[in-house]
């Protein structure tokens, strides 16, 4: 059994430049999470999604981050004209209830 | 607000050395807690889900209790590949599903 898949593992840009983080959940999950985890600091929630919806994305930052879970092919949460904030490890989760899962997670690291 | 604090934030034990991680909470109408482990450059890793103030669960040399105000993660005998990043999380009722992090507890133990 396929856990939750995260690619790539590890991903540098150059200001400005737009990173893209890809999620494949565990197969017959509908929920998918995206929680960012900065140095030093705890898991964050960012958006939670199903399948073609959003439907809470109270953590994400109003600018330059979106997410998308399509009807075919793995969730994505894109971050556009990234800074040396947005360096961080963000994980995928995904759930068939209530109990959620995680991904092995992106290490974004923005130089 | 929901909020989640574990204590301490870092322990180092003997192996063979029982002890204690604690999470205090609150949260409006708890769904679920949760205990993951961590380990470094890894995605979180599911332990238990406790639903209700009295319940207990057991997985090899750790125990998760729960009350109305905290959870406790107990460590029985613990082995050096014990040593990880403990974290707690909360699923309250007023949320759409998203789960809110303690800071985690880190674990040390030498041989």
């Known amino acids: 059994n396929a856990g939750v898949m995260q690619n790539p593992r590890h991903l540098v840009r150059r200001r400005g430049q737009e990173a893209r983080l890809r999620c494949s959940p565990v197969?017959?999950?509908?929920?998918v999470y995206w929680y960012r985890q900065l140095p030093e600091e705890g898991l964050k929630f960012m958006v939670y999604?199903?399948?073609?919806?959003?439907?809470?994305e109270s953590g994400m930052p109003k600018e330059r981050f979106s997410a998308e879970f399509p009807k075919e092919g793995p969730s994505i949460l894109r971050i556009q004209q990234v800074v040396r904030g947005d360096s961080a490890a963000y994980f995928c989760?995904?759930?068939?209830?209530?109990?959620?899962?995680f991904g092995q997670g992106t290490r974004l690291t923005v130089v | 607000e929901d909020q989640v604090t574990q204590s301490p934030e870092a322990l180092r034990l003997q192996e063979g050395e029982s002890s204690s991680l604690n999470c205090s909470y609150t949260?409006?109408?708890?769904?679920?807690l949760f205990w993951y482990r961590q380990d470094p450059g890894k995605g979180p890793e599911f332990l238990f889900t406790?639903?209700?103030a009295g319940e207990e669960k057991e997985k090899e040399r750790l125990k998760a209790t729960l009350t109305k105000k905290e959870s406790f993660l107990h460590i029985t005998a613990p082995k050096p590949e014990d040593s990880a990043t403990y974290l707690c999380?909360?699923?309250?009722?007023?949320?759409?599903?998203?789960?809110?992090f303690g800071q985690g507890t880190t674990l040390q133990v030498k041989p």
């Open positions: 999604l199903q399948k073609e919806n959003i439907i809470d």
């Open positions: 989760a995904s759930s068939p209830g209530e109990e959620a899962f």
């Open positions: 949260v409006s109408g708890l769904r679920g």
């Open positions: 406790l639903y209700s």
């Open positions: 999380a909360v699923l309250g009722s007023g949320n759409t599903g998203k789960l809110i």
């Open positions: 197969k017959g999950h509908s929920h």
